[in-house]
Nanobody
């Protein structure tokens, strides 16, 4: 059974930084495209960032230039470095792994940006 475990969320002031991490249990991690999604209260879940098996990245317009997604295939982890955080970044952040028809989710980690 595959497990994705997120960590690194918390409370941060506007303008601050957080680094989220996701540890994955599958042995063929390097074959999965990895994603970070977020869901704010009362809103739909949205894609934040994506990193392909080859390391190419894509970002939502709202986080471009502030967030950086990266993966470490040797450690089976994917990270999201979040800088210049804004109150509108407040959400539960989820790690997702995709490979063909396989789709796995973590339990989420809360990020709150507030003064």
């Amino acid at each position: 059974q595959v497990h994705l475990v997120e960590s690194g969320g918390g409370l941060v002031q506007p303008g601050g930084s957080l680094r989220l991490s996701c540890a994955a249990s599958m042995s063929d991690f390097r074959m999965y495209t990895m994603y970070w999604y977020r869901q704010a209260p009362g809103k739909q879940r949205e894609l934040v960032a994506r990193v392909s098996t080859g390391g190419s990245t894509n970002y939502a317009d709202s986080v471009k230039g502030r967030f950086t997604i990266s993966r470490d295939n040797a450690k089976n982890t994917v990270s999201l470095q979040m800088n210049s955080l804004k109150p509108e970044d407040t959400a539960v952040y989820y790690c997702n792994a995709g490979l063909y028809n396989l789709d796995y989710w973590g339990q989420g980690t809360q990020v709150t940006v507030s003064s």
